[in-house]
């Protein structure tokens, strides 16, 4: 109930905001987006089964990514289509008497659709690679595939080139047991800033 209501209300501010704009002009074909991009996600992983046997309990999780560790590039193919890879990283230290780390590592590539209204669509594929280490014990690592879907909207700060970029998506993660990896629905709410070639 709260992801849904957490989507739905992302969802509506960035209609609203798309509706109440004045249009503004396209990016042109060959302009480059360079940007980067923190957030909050909220992450209901579902049980990992084994012939019935539930190996691994479902849980929901509330993840922020701070500070700004998630940056793209976009090209723009046309005025509306653009291509978007992206990196981030994450790294943690932690005491204790264990002690240890871990590091993330996210690899994305979306398709945006981008209005003159500077509201956009994009939908593409993520793949999470995490490390984990322990003194005195072997590091353990796992990978994951994911797929999803959003919407943005961009705020202008400096004419075309210099923009707030705010947005929301869901991520669907594919179960990956032998890792012990279960599959989760997530919902993103993204604020980040972006800067145009032309």
């Not at 609203?16 to 480059?32: D, F, R």
């Not at 209005?115 to 005195?136: D, I, K, M, Q, W």
């Not at 705020?155 to 970029?165: E, H, T, Y």
Request: no cysteine; glycine share 14%; proline share 3%.
């Amino acid at each position: 109930m709260y992801e849904k209501r957490f989507l739905q209300g992302g969802v509506g501010a960035l209609l609203l905001l798309a509706l109440s704009a004045a249009p503004l002009t396209a990016q042109t074909k060959g302009a480059i987006e360079i940007g980067v991009e923190n957030g909050l996600a909220v992450s209901a992983t579902q049980d990992i089964t084994d012939n019935g046997t539930v190996l691994s309990e479902g849980q929901t999780d509330v993840i922020v990514d701070f500070p700004l560790l998630f940056w793209h590039v976009g090209f723009f193919a046309s005025d509306r289509i653009s291509i978007e890879p992206g990196f981030g990283l994450s790294y943690s230290n932690y005491g204790g008497a264990e002690g240890g780390s871990y590091t993330i590592f996210n690899f994305s590539t979306d398709v945006l659709y981008n209005l003159p209204s500077n509201l956009f669509f994009h939908a593409g594929g993520l793949y999470t690679y995490s490390r984990v280490g322990f003194e005195g014990a072997d590091s353990e690592s796992a990978g994951q595939f994911n797929l999803g879907a959003g919407l943005g909207y961009r705020i202008r700060l400096i004419g075309d080139q210099v923009k707030f970029r705010i947005g929301a998506r869901y991520y669907y993660s594919f179960e990956n047991a032998s890792d012990g990896l279960p599959s989760a629905h997530s919902f993103l709410a993204t604020i980040g800033l972006s800067v145009f070639t032309k």
